[in-house]
């Protein structure tokens, strides 16, 4: 059959036959500013085997990518290894089209999925480290519950040394380049760090141990495909120390001014605090919400070691940029930060406070007293704003 999407191999026996979505541009308040994949895995094994499905909008492409390399009338299993929309929102209908003999998904899988279509009978469940005979291969199972949803599992194809790992290790990246090494790494890197700040960083304290469970499993993996962005292939080490230095959380020289500003007072303070963090030695970071978004904040807030928020007071409250930012923030739980919060105010000045607060509820370590200036900040206010930035970078090399 004809089709103008082609699935591409990426072993002798597995072809990627996913989606890219070109002009995503929001992930559930996560800006994706380079787009990105849905991907899913055909495997041609005695028992013919697709990994995943797609979002649904995009089921067309996978249809047409398996058919560029066989009847999709001919997959005898399917295997859902995370059963978020975007994975799973094409499942029914591919099954309805497909009619394979089986569809597995883990115990909390088939769970999910119940809970998200009204008619899933065809679904049954696989145990945890358990294993699927795909006649001459093998598929073996292992849930990595709240990496980064409850039904979350990670598949290996022992005979192509392949490892479906859904969720984690990925990134949202739009790209015709199947794998990690043919994109620039620069790219790569701070899409994978982005995708982990604003996905997984709640989860860092489980993430050591279900890095260890899956390489204590003795797999020889080749390849991690996961189920957005390039496929690593090359120095898998790489990612799997990446995650664990992140999972660490442990504090840098690096300084992080969160603020917005309504005459420019806020962000006359924002600028001086970056000046004095860099005279102590540290690495300043000044975020305007006027002009970057939320997810973009959690990024740099991952290696950091410092949060600095800044508002004026409107209408006895922060900006409301700041609610917005800092309520993303206290969800994803970040760690071993201290912090302090400034700005300007007019008439009653309750901003400062209230930023404070936020801090004190992310377990930030409030460092010094709010820094508040009536209406326009003077040299001395500004010089106190400096003062404060090279307090904060001496403590973060202290």
Known sequence: MTTPFKAIPISKKVYWVGAIDWGLREFHGYSTSRGTTYNAYLVLADRVTLIDTVKKPFEHELMARISSVINPSEIDYIVSNHSEMDHSGSLPSVVGKIRPERVFASKMGVKALSAHFESTDWLESV??????????????????????????????????RVLFSQDAFGMHLATSRLFVDENEWDIVRYETAKYYANILLPYSQIIPKALERITGMGWDINVIAGDHGPLWRRDISVILDLYA??????????????????????????????????????????????????????????????????????????????????????????????????????????????????????NVEVVADPIKVNYVPTSEDLNACRNLGITVAEKLSS
């Open 127 to 160: 145990d945890n480290e358990g294993s699927l005979s795909l006649g001459d291969m093998t598929l073996n199972f292992l849930e990595t519950r709240m990496l980064h949803w409850p039904d979350s599992m990670v598949s290996y194809l022992e005979d192509e």
């Open 245 to 362: 230095h992140w999972a660490a959380q442990k504090p840098t020289n690096k300084a992080v001014i969160v603020y917005d500003t309504m005459w420019r007072s806020t962000e006359l303070m924002a600028h001086a605090l970056a000046d004095g963090i860099q005279e102590g030695g540290g690495i300043p970071v000044v975020l305007p919400l006027s002009s970057v978004s939320r997810s973009d904040v959690a990024t740099e807030i991952l290696e950091a070691g410092a949060l600095l928020l800044g508002s004026p007071t409107i209408n006895n409250n922060i900006f409301p940029s700041l609610a917005d930012t800092l309520t993303y923030l206290r969800g994803l739980k970040p760690k071993n930060l201290i912090g302090a919060a400034f700005g300007s105010y007019g008439w009653s000045g309750e901003a400062q406070k209230q930023l404070e607060n936020y801090l004190q509820e992310m």
